[in-house]
Each structure stands twice: as C-alpha cells, then as structure tokens.
DNA sequence: GCAACCAATTTTGCATTCATTTTTTGTCTT
DNA sequence: AAGACAAAAAATGAATGCAAAATTGGTTGC
C-alpha cells in the first residue's frame, strides 16, 4: 500500500481563489504554483508523502517543466522539501517545528498590532469590535467551525490594519503552513480554552482602542503564545493516538 | 546604452558561501539558486534591469532550465519580479517598499529579543557584550566599515540566541533584500547617529542582562524603527542626487 | 526462511526543441 | 524628416528527449 494522492477525478477543483500576494496572472507557471499551494495546505497529500511529479503532471495537465518550477518555489515557502534525486515530500513538521512556526507567527502579529496603533482608523476599530461580538456569540453556541473563522478574520484584520503589504504576505505564507497541520490534525481546541481567548481578544481590543503600541504588541504576543500551547499539546494526542503517517508506515 | 550585465570573465566567483537555510547540495539548480541570490544581492545588476536568461546560462555554463527555477525562488524570495513573456527584472524598491520592509525586520528582531531573554546563557551575553566593545572602539575610530560588520554581528547573535531556527531563516532572507539596497545606495549612516546607535545598544545590552522580554523587544523595534529613518533618508538623497536607475533610463 | 545481491523499471535532473510573444529594424507614407 | 506600419530577429514559456540515479522485483546463497 503505497500512500498516493486521492483521485479528485477532475483536476485540483480550487478556481485559484488563493492569497493573491505574488500571483502571476497570465502565466500557466503561477496558475499551477497557486493552485497546487492550495492543493497541499489543503492537506490533500499526507505529511512525508511523495509528491510524484508524473502524477501530478497528469492531474494538472501539464508538463513536467512548470510543475518543477511550482515545486520549487513551494519548497522554498517550507511546504514541502525537495531531496536530490529522490522527489519532492509534503513537508513533515516535527512537534519543534510547530514551536518554532507558532513563535514567529506571534512575533508576526504581535508586530501588526504596534504598527496598526499607528494607522489604525476607528471604524476600522469598530468593525473589529463588531467581528468580536459576533465570535462571542459562536463562543456561546459553542460553535467551534464559524468560531475559527471569525477569530482568523479578526486577526486578518489588525494585520490589515498594519498597512504593510511585506507584513500581510509573510503572514499570509507562515499562516498557510500552520493551516496544512491544522487542516490534517483537526485541530480543536479545547472548548476551556475559547473562555481564557475570548478574555485576551477583549484585552487586545482594549490597548487597540487607547492605541497602545507596546501594550498591545506583549498582549497579542502572549494570545499567540497560549494558542501555540493548546495547538502543540493537541497536536502530540493527535499524532499518539492516529495510526502512523503516511512517512513511516 | 543598454543596461548590461558586467562581463567578469569568469562566472559568478562567490564559492556559494550564502546563508545555509535552504541549500540544496548536491542539484546544480540549488548551486545556482544560491550563487545568483548573492550575485544579485551584492547588487551586480542596477536595479531594475533586465535578467537575461541567455545572458546568464552563457555565464554559468547551463541551460535555461535549472536557471528558470532559480529565477522563480528568486522572485518567491521578493528579489527579483517577473513580468509575464518579459523576463525577468532585479525589483526596484520603492521608499515605501523599504520602510516596509525595515519595520517588518525590527519585528523579527523585537521577536527575537524577546525569544533570546528565554534561552540566552550568560556567555552568550558576554560574547555579545564583547562585540559591544569591540564595536565602541571602530566608533571612536571613525571606522564606518568594522562598525557595521560588528554591528551586524550583534544583531545576529541576538537572533542566533533566539533558538529559532526558521526565525533565523526569514531573518535572514529579508536582510538580503536590504543589504542589496545597501550595496547599491552605498549606505552611509551619519555619525551623528552612531552615538544614538550606541546608546540603544547599551540599552540593549541591559535589557537583555535582566532578561527583560518586553522590555527589550520595545528597545530594539525602536531601534530599528530609527535606523529605518536615517537609511530612508539616506536614500531619498543618493537617489535624488545619482542619475536616473537603470529602469527608467 | 531470511538476507543480500543484481537486473528491469521507474523517476529524476537537465538539455534541447518548438511555439508564441515581444522587441527591433527597415520601409513606406504623409 | 517624422511617424506608422510591417517583417525579421530575439526572447520567453512550455513540451519533449535523454542520461543518470533510485526504486522495485526477483533470484541466489546461506
């Protein structure tokens, strides 16, 4: 049994929806680059799985030469690694890796968050206030899926709020990096923890409203921090209980 | 007068000693990634002039193929841009391009700061502090030269300290996007500055002494905040002043 | 029965080739 | 003489071809 990439029968379906921080429109190389990116942070290939160019020229109907180019760049953004004569792998992410993803992801943030107390506008504030609410009442119905989505728009939005393109897109690629492990692992996060975040979301719309640079920068680092706990320590039941990856088995 | 790229006889001379984040060894395609990376980081080719692709395979001594992929990580990386059926060109960057790209480098460093006061040993401060002094005495000395490499010696070390390894990565991939504007405008700070400089890194030093992560992650965004502002200002005069870029002439 | 070895097949890495697109250059018109 | 148009030349984007390396399967020897 040799692990292998789902047959989707079409092609990868994604209309290439994707962030669109360096996409190249006309070119097939940057309509391939995107859409497999979707395709692997999507989790569609188990970690450590092969990544068979053949394969995948056929799903995509393409040649080999710009899917080597996509794979190239891919493995450049860290999502997957290319071994000399040996094809291209999903990148497995040890528990370290993670670690050290969830840190700078928090520096990340924590960043975003001294720059918007310098631009930020204050409808800009309130429709992060409004987002806020909104994942409050999803807390309440414990409504884990909209939950997420709310939350991730409302970090979206102090990002945004940085203005500073160079910063939105380094996010954005850590971000899809964290999404593949989120999307294989099912990540949950334990429904104790939704009542100490919502807590640090109202501190964070505090010092964001008084525009609290440094204040704001330790809070939204500290929010970080305690998610990357709950993700890694979710993650290691994960990988205990689930059956070996695809990689070693 | 087209824009050309220097003839220098021999290829590109640089042993591929580059950072070592994401060396492939053994493919020529990553031997070439690296050797092209330093030669446009070293500003080789003006900015925003064309990157033949014929030009460079002669050059190197390859086809187009593996270059065409390093070009593509290349232009991931935000060094250079490619215009659809028009090549590839060096990325010009605009004063708004490098305030944004200093401040999101003051984020990493603030980051790092705050990472080092968890981990750092106290030799690793002593060594730093070494540098320090080391670095006071090439100010004294007026010696602009030594003072910057010092200089980046600290900065680095404190990433280093930071047990981060893809922070280190990044890290170090947007200082290449800077040092190659550094090598282009010839970047001098005044020394009125230097004094300012050497104060913070005192500060610097303390915070860190005390292992004070807030603290010293305020200290050296600010830091960097200023150096933004002398080498933005710097660079609007030498651009203003030099003749008009490659590009546009 | 198991491990080690060797041949066949597959896969990778790079060069070469082909089709478009862009750029240049030469000519013609006004 | 200047501008516009058209053909030639060059460059780009992608496909194909070929040599080298790795994986697979089968066989042999212990």
């Known amino acids: 049994m040799k692990p292998t990439i789902p047959e989707t029968g079409m092609p990868i379906a994604r209309p290439a929806t994707g962030n669109d921080a360096d996409r190249q429109e006309t070119s097939l190389h940057g309509e391939i680059l995107l859409r497999l990116r979707d395709y692997v942070v999507e989790g569609n290939i188990p970690d450590g799985a092969r990544v068979p160019e053949r394969q ?30 040996r094809g291209a792998r999903v990148r497995q992410l040890s528990e ?44 309440l119905n414990s409504d884990m899926h909209n939950y997420f989505q709310v939350n991730q728009r ?15 897109a380094t996010y954005a690629s850590f971000a899809g990096r964290i999404r593949r ?43 970080l921090r305690n998610k990357r706990s709950a993700a890694i320590e979710h993650l290691a039941t994960v990988r205990d209980t689930n059956a070996p990856t695809a990689a070693t088995g």
Not at 57 to 75: F, H
Not at 184 to 212: C, T, V
């Open 181 to 223: 492990v989120r999307y294989s692992a099912n990540f949950a996060r334990k429904r104790q923890r939704w009542g100490e975040a919502m807590r640090e979301h109202e501190a964070i719309l505090d010092a964001l409203r008084r525009r609290a640079p440094s204040e704001l920068s330790d809070i939204l680092f500290q929010h």
């Open 56 to 85: 995948l020229c056929e799903m995509l109907g393409i040649s080999r030469t710009p899917l080597r180019e996509a794979l190239k760049v891919l493995a450049a953004e860290g999502l997957i690694e290319l071994l000399p004569n």
């Open 154 to 168: 409302i970090h979206e939005s102090i990002v945004a709020a940085a203005r500073n393109e160079t910063l939105r």
């Open 96 to 139: 370290r890796d993670l670690e050290e993803l969830f840190d700078v992801m928090a520096g990340l943030e924590s960043l975003a968050g001294r720059l918007a107390c310098e631009a930020i506008t204050d409808e800009e504030i309130a429709a992060i206030e409004r987002l806020h609410y909104k994942m409050y009442g999803h807390y």
